[in-house]
């Protein structure tokens, strides 16, 4: 199969550019490197079979350039930080999202491309009023710019799927961590890791400490989408993609500061509930779906965590 990743130089798009590879298909590397880098995927250049396009998903010319040579487009190009900073413009989300998603579809559609896989965000449910979390309990609320617009590429892809005859899966992700996120800072672990190298004695953490959510390693990622993209026939699939379990950040922390060789650090909250605003406290995905397709995750969450945290901190910038 040829297959293109936008956002293939990213932690989940080159864990799943190797694996394609491995597996015999042909892979585009579609990525203009704003959060994505050449080391995650310098090895997979040597490849044959694989090639690198630097583009922007938003630039339709780039993207016809290489649409008509595959099969199917796995879309995990995106905005690769979730938070709002108040005082910056609001559209941001919506073009790194939701305009970029339909560029990807109208090319599709141009050139008859008939499959998509795309990485969505457990951001879609905002404040769900019941825990764990199905795919169809209710309608999704999202509280941030970047669930709303990454529900808006949803309800795109359904457009397109039904109006266009393309089979499409939907992937609602969990928290996904892994060493290859060292380099950003946007996750609570990287973050949290720079923060106790400034200061080993004294760690501030945004929110009570309480937020409680569900985390998944990149690979786990990898491997559960491919398998449901191999077994679910259904025109329009949306899955939680996930593990059954939670961690809190307080959790988090002591984790870090124990693998760091610390002690007496002194852990500070800035009282909200939520980390920052659009944060969603507290999240657990029902993954019965998926479990029922045959696939679970190799890893909990604390499981999952603490191999990021090993991951990072024995990395070339450890």
């Known amino acids: 199969m040829r297959v293109l990743v936008t956002g293939g130089a990213g932690c989940i798009g080159s864990e799943l550019c190797e694996e394609l590879l491995a597996r015999g298909s042909s892979v585009t590397i579609f990525d203009n490197f704003s959060s994505g880098t050449r080391e995650h995927v310098s090895g997979l250049l040597e490849h044959p079979a694989c090639r690198l396009v630097k583009a922007d998903v938003l630039d339709r010319a780039a993207l016809d350039a290489v649409m ?15 938070r709002y900073i108040p005082g910056q413009p609001t559209d941001k989300d919506l073009q790194l999202n939701t305009l970029a998603t339909h560029t990807v579809l109208e090319s599709m559609r141009l050139h008859g491309v008939k499959k998509l896989a795309f990485t969505s965000t457990s951001a879609v449910y905002g404040l769900a009023p ?10 999704p609320q999202p509280i941030s710019l970047y669930g709303a617009t990454k529900l808006a590429c949803e309800a795109l892809i359904s457009a397109f799927s039904h109006l266009f005859g393309m089979q499409c899966w939907i992937f ?13 800072g946007k996750t609570v672990i990287s973050d949290l890791i720079a923060k106790l190298r400034q200061d080993p004695r004294r760690l ?48 988090i922390a002591e984790m870090i500061v124990e693998a760091m060789g610390l002690r007496g650090v002194e852990f500070e909250y800035t009282g909200t509930e ?15 779906a998926i ?27 450890g």
């Not at 825990?131 to 309608?139: G, R, T």
Request: with cysteine; aromatic share 8%; proline share 5%.
């Open 204 to 251: 501030l953490m945004l929110g009570d400490g309480r937020q409680e959510k569900s985390y998944l390693t990149a690979r786990d990622c990898v491997e559960g989408m491919l398998f449901a993209v191999e077994r679910s026939r259904e025109q329009l699939t949306v899955l939680n993609l996930g593990g059954d379990d939670t961690i809190t950040i307080t959790r």
């Open 274 to 288: 939520g980390g920052w605003p659009g944060d969603v406290p507290r999240f657990v995905l029902d993954v019965t």
């Open 291 to 317: 479990n029922r397709l045959g696939w679970r995750a190799r890893y909990n969450s604390e499981e999952s965590v603490a191999l990021a945290i090993r991951g990072i901190l024995e990395g070339p910038d």
């Open 130 to 139: 019941k825990l764990p979390i199905s795919e169809h309990d209710f309608f």
């Open 68 to 82: 008509g040579e595959v099969d199917m487009v796995f879309h995990l190009a995106a905005n690769p930080d979730v």
């Open 172 to 184: 609602r992700l969990a928290n996904i961590v892994g060493p290859k996120q060292r380099r950003y």
